[in-house]
């Protein structure tokens, strides 16, 4: 009998650089998952069209599109709950999960953040303005961060991290581009852990 494999939605707003990675980790490692949704509040960007050239679904959803927040929430979470979405992963998606759609998969998602939290968290933090207050800070080592997504900005448990040590002459774009390579090895990983801790 063939085992279940854990369905997976991820939830992008760019290039999907990170989706690509986990895509093909999931393609390459015996890992127990699917992608089977890809959500963007973008119609068209490479996340998408990635989704749409490996048969994968996809949802542009916004709150343009509703009356109301809570309504948007709602038809996303019906969406997730139609695809049967068991985990979802965060991958460069520049909008905050409504928190409904946070406690109806409580646990359950994952969001990948471009440094070592606790520090450099939070509202604003997020692309190249993360890699400049690392710098600015003048700090020795940056990374990459993968946590549960709870109600609050880069609050929720951390599942993993990996450090990438700071270069004197670094600038903000070299940084991230060395932690961006850090994060493709890095999500593989952490969703690895997390189906093992699923499956106890």
């Not at 979405?85 to 990948?112: Q, S, T, W």
């Not at 448990?157 to 070299?174: A, C, F, G, M, N």
């Amino acid at each position: 009998m063939a085992h279940h494999k854990t369905r997976l939605a991820v939830f992008c707003s760019g290039n999907g650089s990170n989706f690509r990675s986990i895509y093909q980790a999931i393609a390459e490692k015996p890992l127990n998952a699917e992608i089977v949704l890809c959500l963007s509040n973008r119609s068209a960007c490479g996340a998408m069209e990635f989704a749409q050239e490996n048969g994968i679904a996809t949802l542009h959803i916004t709150e343009k599109q509703f009356a109301s927040f809570d309504e948007f929430a709602a038809a996303m979470i019906h969406a997730l709950r139609e695809h049967r979405i068991e985990n979802i992963l965060l991958a460069g998606y520049m909008r905050k999960v409504p928190e409904a759609v946070v406690r109806a998969f409580p646990d359950k998602i994952l969001n990948i953040h471009p440094a070592l939290l606790p520090k450099f968290g939070g509202e604003g933090m997020y692309g190249i303005h993360v890699h400049a207050a690392v710098l600015q800070a003048g700090e020795k080592e940056s990374g990459a961060t993968v946590h549960f997504v709870n109600e609050e900005y880069d609050k929720g448990r951390i599942l993993l991290q990996h450090r990438v040590p700071v270069l004197p002459d670094d600038t903000s774009e070299s940084l991230a581009e060395r932690v961006l390579e850090c994060e493709h090895r890095l999500y593989a990983e952490a969703l690895e852990k997390l189906l093992q801790e699923e499956q106890q």
